[in-house]
């Protein structure tokens, strides 16, 4: 694509309203654009990484025989009266009444919708197992929306649950899903430590919160370099200690097995799984009848992900000083081409079929074809963190050889033009 078509509006000076590195860049680069705090708008640039994250979430997904649908984000009350969970997340939803005066909420999860769809058409252990999953938006109304993407009101999600006749059930998918987990965020080039958690508001007994070091991150999570031991240190505990000495004694966590200090590492939570049993289908009485006609409630499992906050970890832990340097399975383009006059016909026509070969091969591909100068070419290519680049200019004409730069390590190689487009694709695939 051509830049002047894509629209990616870059800035120069670092935005004062933006907190984080991740969002600074974000802004910065032209991939988001804030409608008022906690609603974010993605541009071109922002959404390709957007669904290049959702591709490769599909993919893991469906290899676990998980199947995709769209709930409503518009739910009705009655439904979490159920569960007396209106009540437990209070605030954080938006709550209103529509014209007919239903009173209604726009959804922060799903488990009891997707309960409810379940009560209502499955009736056999025959149907089961069965896992479902959704990518869709989701809502929290923040007191304090932060970080751009990290906090928002309006956020996107992944969202799974299993359903199982009994707890072995539930146990294979809650490991089938903890592995899909690992690859999902490895693709992402995304470093995540994985602990047992609190399950909160979600219920259950078993949970398992993957966490993306970074400094911003407001979870704490203790770590043993010796024995890799990794703890969750509770929000609790944490807001404890800025209030008692006391309570910092009590955090000051050694490691049970190797009594050494554990290090203290500031993370963002970018997913969460949950065995939650039979909580939510007791009270909403989704039950299936097994082998011997007997009722029994669903076991249930549910697993999330951050799809769109992933965007912004993944950047937290892939930049440098001058922009973001994405991995290659969620960067917006593979690799952008540079020509540098763009009012000279040689060095058009020289990267136009560069351009053209590279896209036949099913490369995405960006051109700049702005009438810029070189440095401001060469500096909005590193901000915006495309894997490699090609520069043609008037020196490259007649050249044997072309010069291929990575984007994370500077590093520039020579290859002939010839078999070009064969080396990229390999080296980009
Ligand atoms: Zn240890």
Not at 9 to 15: F, G, M, S, V, W
Not at 108 to 130: A, F, G, M, W
Request: glycine letters at 6%; proline letters at 4%; one cysteine or more.
């Amino acid at each position: 694509m051509f830049w002047t078509k894509v629209f990616i509006p870059t800035i120069k000076e670092t935005p004062k309203e933006a907190e984080s590195l991740s969002h600074q860049l974000l802004l910065r680069a032209g991939f988001v654009r804030m409608l008022m705090a906690g609603a974010y708008i993605y541009l071109p640039m922002g959404l390709r990484v957007l669904e290049k994250i959702q591709g490769i979430v599909r993919q893991e997904m469906n290899a676990c025989g998980a199947s995709e649908l769209l709930l409503p984000a518009l739910h009705p009350l009655e439904l979490w009266q159920k569960t007396g969970r209106d009540k437990d997340l209070g605030q954080v939803m938006f709550q209103f009444q529509d014209r007919r005066g239903r009173k209604v909420t726009l959804g922060p999860t799903h488990e009891e919708v997707i309960t409810d769809l379940l009560k209502n058409n499955l009736s056999s252990y025959r149907q089961l197992p069965l896992v479902l999953y959704q990518i869709q938006t989701k809502f929290r109304d923040e007191i304090r929306p932060r970080f751009g993407l990290i906090r928002a009101c309006e956020f996107i999600m992944k969202d799974a649950y299993s359903f199982d006749q009994d707890q072995a059930g539930l146990d294979k998918n809650y490991k089938l899903m903890y592995e899909a987990y690992q690859r999902i965020f490895s693709r992402c080039g995304l470093k995540t430590l994985i602990t047992e958690a609190d399950s909160g508001v979600m219920g259950g007994k078993v949970s398992h919160e993957f966490m993306a070091p970074s400094p911003l991150g407001e979870d704490i999570v203790l770590f043993c370099s010796t024995c890799k031991l990794t703890r969750a240190l509770s929000r609790e505990k944490i807001e404890n200690e800025a209030g008692s000495r006391h309570a910092e004694k009590e955090t000051n966590n050694s490691c049970p097995n190797c009594h050494l200090e554990m290090a203290r590492i500031n993370t963002i939570e970018v997913g969460h799984i949950f065995k939650l049993d039979t909580k939510y289908s007791q009270a909403m009485q989704a039950n299936f009848s097994d082998s011997s006609g007997q009722l029994k409630p669903l076991v249930m499992g549910c697993y999330g992900i951050g799809v769109s906050r992933l965007i912004s970890a993944i950047i937290e832990q892939n930049n440098d000083t001058d922009g973001i340097i994405w991995p290659g399975q969620v960067a917006p383009f593979g690799i952008i081409i540079l020509p540098l006059d763009v009012t000279n016909q040689e060095v058009m026509q020289a990267a136009n079929s560069l351009y053209q070969e590279l896209k036949a091969n099913g490369l995405d591909v960006l051109f700049d074809d702005r009438d810029e100068r070189a440095g401001v070419k060469f500096k909005d290519a590193d901000l915006i963190g495309v894997p490699a680049s090609i520069v043609i200019g008037k020196k490259s004409i007649g050249e044997k050889n072309i010069e291929l730069r990575i984007r994370k390590d500077k590093s520039i190689q020579l290859i002939p033009r010839e078999n070009a487009v064969k080396f990229i694709t390999k080296l980009l695939s």
